[in-house]
């Protein structure tokens, strides 16, 4: 089992930046490929990012390449968003989530992720 804390939303204006954390507690986060997604209203969750268990590979989906990256600090037992360049369009719930199937990869699907953070709001400002 592993408990999931966001933190880091807030209100920015467009081309601003913002920092996402994940804080893990129970077992050790380096257990887990982790991923963040986001759901707006009205709209289904997607994933944004995610990341293997030891940090090696990452993923970002298309519509953020380039803007947001995603990292961890296992020792910190922390997953993070950095968010750059941010537009009207990326104002949502973000939220954090923990998978535990084995292997050495990240996963993009949805239901890969057993365990879910309650998410941080995420408002960008035109």
């Known amino acids: 089992q592993v408990q999931l804390v966001e933190s880091g939303g807030g209100l920015v204006q467009a081309g601003g930046s913002l920092r996402l954390s994940c804080a893990a507690s129970?077992?050790?986060?380096?257990?887990?490929?982790m991923g963040w997604f986001r759901q707006a209203p009205g709209k289904e969750r997607e994933l944004v990012a995610a990341i293997s268990r030891s940090g090696g590979t990452s993923y970002s989906a298309d519509s953020v390449k380039g803007r947001f990256t995603i990292s961890r600090d296992n020792a910190k037992n922390t997953v993070y968003l950095q968010m750059n360049s941010l537009k009207p369009e990326d104002t949502a719930v973000y939220v954090c989530a923990a998978t535990s199937v084995t292997g050495s990869y990240y996963y993009t699907r949805l239901g890969s992720y057993d365990y879910w953070g309650q998410g941080t709001q995420v408002t960008v400002s035109s």
């Open positions: 129970g077992r050790t986060s380096s257990s887990y490929a």
